[in-house]
């Protein structure tokens, strides 16, 4: 079964992080999909093992998609500037930005607003058994994700039966443009972080949140520092008592942690997130130590 080197990478802490939601763990492996195309992977050691039936993801690409040709421990050493986010790394190292599809990222954060992690894993899948291409791997069965084209011709009585609720035309809306070529997304990959974030910002239902999401996991704009209730939470560190909005927070992470503040965003997301203690035991530097 081939494998390929994966230095200073956690598989786990990277499919686990909120960053995508089509992970699937079975018998051992983790089936996803890249390119639309299953693949099984499996982290041992400092390899990455893994198997597809197509041709088409090649090392090459697999690498990209996780990220292994980025230098993590020279972005972790840029980010590592105060006792909080070092703790996040020291916890959580490995963790890398996944290269995910620009399209569907865009569609899953849509899905994602004001919703947890369980119910934006189920809502993907029904999306996806309703109007994607069934296709499998030893013996796993799953669904490719829907091309724009396909959900902008859907009805939205039918993406609202699936669990989408509110977010139904917000997702067929952006799915239009898409189609029709008003929002190319090869442009928004080439774009400036700044450019690629207002024409997200102009989808229907895409906010601040959303947009520096799908910047950051859809894009590959590492500036970007996506602010939501955990992060409102880990940023407390900063401000102590003050009161911050989250343009503000915002502003300050990009100063703060600079052209890799996304990859600092994921750490302190996933430290907060994964630690089961009250904010003050979460942070040591709030309680003095």
Known sequence: ????????????????????????????????????????????????VYESSDPALSPARLRRYFALDLDLPDILSTIDVDIQIH???????????????????????????????????????????AYGDPVGLNGFR???FPRPEVIAGASERRLRSLGLGYRAPYLRATARLIADGALPLDHLR??????AKRALLGCEGVGDKVADCVALFGFEKYEAFPIDVWMERAMRYYFRHRRMTRKGLHD??????????????????????????????????????
Request: with cysteine; hydrophobic share 40%; proline share 4%.
């Open 190 to 195: 080439r774009a400036e972080y700044d450019t």
């Open 1 to 48: 079964m081939p494998d390929l080197a994966a230095p200073d990478f956690s598989l786990q802490a990277s499919l686990s992080s909120g960053q995508t939601f089509r992970w699937i763990a079975l018998d051992g492996w983790r089936y996803g999909f890249i390119d639309q195309r299953p693949v099984k992977v499996r982290q041992e050691g400092d390899r990455l």
């Open 87 to 129: 703790a996040a790394i020291r916890r959580h190292r490995g963790l890398r930005v996944l290269r995910q599809d620009g399209w569907e990222t865009l569609a899953s954060f849509i899905c994602a607003s004001f919703n947890n992690i369980k119910r934006i894993e189920g809502m993907i899948e029904r999306l996806c058994q």
């Open 142 to 144: 799953g669904f490719s």
């Open 252 to 289: 300050y992470a990009r100063a703060h942690f600079g052209p890799w503040a996304g990859y600092a965003q994921q750490y302190l997301y996933h430290y907060v997130r994964t630690l089961r203690h009250k904010v003050s035991d979460t942070f040591p530097a709030l309680n003095g130590v």
